[in-house]
């Protein structure tokens, strides 16, 4: 069975350009969630959808990021402008209730 | 004061040694509790959930002390490829939102 997928699996670019991180949960999932890890502060939980709806994006740090989930099988993550701060591993999940989550590869994402 | 709290490590042990490692949470409505595992430049896997009564899966023991508020680990007879990062994860609301800890680092050496 294929895992959650994610694209890119690496990404580089410039502060201030738009980028936006991809995922593909695991078919039949009906939970979401986006994290980031970095060193000091560990993977910290941005956003969780529940059937395509969001339900909680306390964690999401500030306006330059949105996330959407047009549909079961596809959601994005999206920063504009980006900056040097938001450099980290970004990771996607997925689960249905009751079960444990399981994490995409992630992307690396370096903004220089 | 961080929800999960890990002493970050890390831990060197050489093969064969008994290691534990503990874990603290502040949210006293937390319900359920898990170990994760990472290795190097990867994804987080689930190692184990907890239960109240503690569970062995293994070389692996998980305990949960809720009057005091935390969860431990122990890794009997470690193998070289135990080495890797454990995060402690906690729920918060409902199993679906889990908080992490920021993990503790183990080296098996030979």
């Known amino acids: 069975d294929a895992g959650v997928i994610q694209s890119p699996r690496h990404e580089v670019t410039e502060m201030g350009q738009e980028v936006t991180l991809r995922c593909k949960p695991i078919?039949?999932?009906?939970?979401l969630f986006w994290y980031r890890q970095t060193m000091m502060r560990g993977l910290e939980l941005l956003i969780y959808f529940n059937n395509n709806v969001p339900i909680d994006d306390s964690g999401m740090p500030e306006d330059r990021f949105s996330a959407k989930m047009p549909n079961a099988s596809f959601s994005t993550l999206k920063i504009q402008p980006s900056e040097p701060r938001d450099s980290a591993v970004y990771f996607c999940?997925?689960?249905?209730?009751?079960?444990?989550?399981?994490f995409g590869d992630g992307t690396r994402l370096s903004i220089l | 004061r961080k929800e999960v709290e890990q002493d970050p490590g890390p831990f060197n042990v050489p093969e064969g040694a008994t290691v534990a490692f503990n874990c603290t949470y502040s949210n006293s409505a937390s319900q359920s509790f898990f170990w994760y595992r990472q290795d190097c430049r990867k994804e987080p896997k689930l190692l184990m959930s907890v239960y109240s009564s503690g569970n062995e899966d293994g070389r692996f023991t998980a305990q949960l002390n809720r009057a005091s508020q935390y969860i431990s680990l122990l890794i009997r007879d470690s193998k070289l490829s135990d080495s890797a990062t454990y995060l402690c994860v906690v729920n918060v609301r409902g199993f679906q939102k889990l908080v992490f800890g920021t993990g503790t680092r183990l080296l098996v050496s030979p």
């Open positions: 078919s039949g999932h009906d939970y």
């Open positions: 999940a997925s689960t249905l209730r009751g079960q444990p989550q399981h």
